[in-house]
């Protein structure tokens, strides 16, 4: 394995959250991220699709592990957005996401979430965010760019 890999694997585990609803990180590297989700009845709505919550946890976890692959492990999401394009209903979600422009201090980076059925994959949502570096460089380097 990777050492990128085995590294999100150990930040994706220390998340209690994404331990409870089983996510794995399958690919990492600088610029993209893979994470995977098998689909229970526990993540479901009434109606039997993946709930959105599931689906919009996948997509801001991914982008900011993408984001954080290349500002450092100190990041947080500033924002982000969702489309959902049709429910999600099958074996797995899958969320790939990667880097469409990064700064020394933020990244915006995009989200194409994926429900996977019998080896098939159908595009169910996509989104794109903004992540942000955090810690005192990143305030620093804020601050003197509002001065200057």
Sequence with gaps: MNEWLEFG???LASQPFSRLIGAELTGFAPGHVEL???ITD????QHGFVH????SYAADNALTFVGGSVLGPAVVTSEYKINYLKPAVGGRLIARATVVYSSKTQAVCRCDIFVETEGKENLCAVAQGTIARIGRDADEKAQSDQAG
């Design 9 to 11: 694997k150990e930040a």
């Design 36 to 38: 995977a989700i098998t």
């Design 42 to 45: 526990q993540i479901k709505q």
């Design 52 to 55: 959105g919550g599931v689906i």
